[in-house]
């Protein structure tokens, strides 16, 4: 079966800080990836998104960039954190080549201070 | 501009009773059709899916509901139970790009004992 792991778990980080959240897939080949960042209380945003080893979409232009350098393992970064970086940050996979079951990580907490 | 959107923002139902969250699209590409179910902190869970080749489909107490010609799609929870107190996201994706879904923007459903 299937898992997706996130972590950290929580990330307590001062503004202009760097940083890397890391998204790794067990039990499958070439799944496309997704990053979402849920702020509190609201939606989900799409923020990047991965059909393949180096190939990175972006959705929203920010403060944030994403990376893929292996098949199962997607990486969310930035150079200097903003307070509006703060939210919950969720991985998500799919089967590539259709319309498919997209399932999600148990996310990260990230807090700018 | 949002691709589904989704209504009511909150519900409060009492516990045996019917929750119904009502969402709409535009996208006529769109071909599959899924509900989250998302706990403080942790990462949206799939709950229910459907395809539009259906107008309805069950799963125990959830059920959702399809009508093609007016591009809507409803998630049903039958007897409702306070463990069932989440918030629910429907979302929308195509056989285009990448499956990105589209989420609605969430229902904060209270399920009073």
């Known amino acids: 079966s299937q898992t997706i792991h996130q972590w950290p778990a929580t990330l307590v980080q001062p503004v202009g800080s760097p940083l890397s959240l890391e998204c790794t897939v067990e039990?499958?080949?070439?799944?496309?990836l997704y990053w979402y960042r849920q702020a509190a209380g609201r939606g989900l945003q799409l923020l990047f998104y991965?059909?393949?080893?180096?190939?990175i979409s972006s959705e929203v232009p920010q403060n944030l960039s994403a990376s893929r350098p292996q098949d199962r393992q997607f990486i969310l970064s930035s150079k200097k954190l903003l307070l509006s970086d703060s939210g919950f940050y969720l991985c998500?996979?799919?089967?590539?080549?259709?319309?498919?079951?997209?399932?999600f990580g148990p996310g990260t907490r990230l807090t700018v201070t | 501009q949002q691709q589904v959107k989704q209504s009511p923002q909150s519900l409060i139902v009492q516990k045996g009773g019917i929750s119904i969250i009502n969402c709409a699209y535009e996208?006529?590409?769109?071909?599959?059709f899924p509900w989250y179910q998302q706990f403080p902190g942790k990462g949206p869970a799939l709950l229910i899916a459907?395809?539009?080749?259906?107008s309805e489909k069950k799963e125990g107490r959830f059920t959702i509901s399809f009508n093609k010609s007016a591009k809507q799609f409803s998630l049903h929870i039958m007897d409702s139970q306070p463990g069932d107190s989440a918030t629910y996201f429907c979302?929308?994706?195509?056989?285009?790009?990448?499956?990105?879904?589209?989420f609605g923007t969430g229902t904060r459903l209270t399920v009073i004992p």
């Open positions: 991965s059909v393949g080893i180096g190939q």
């Open positions: 996208n006529t590409a769109f071909d599959y």
């Open positions: 039990g499958t080949s070439n799944p496309n």
């Open positions: 979302a929308a994706s195509s056989k285009t790009g990448a499956n990105n879904l589209f």
């Open positions: 998500a996979w799919t089967l590539a080549g259709g319309t498919y079951e997209q399932y």
């Open positions: 459907i395809r539009p080749d259906v």
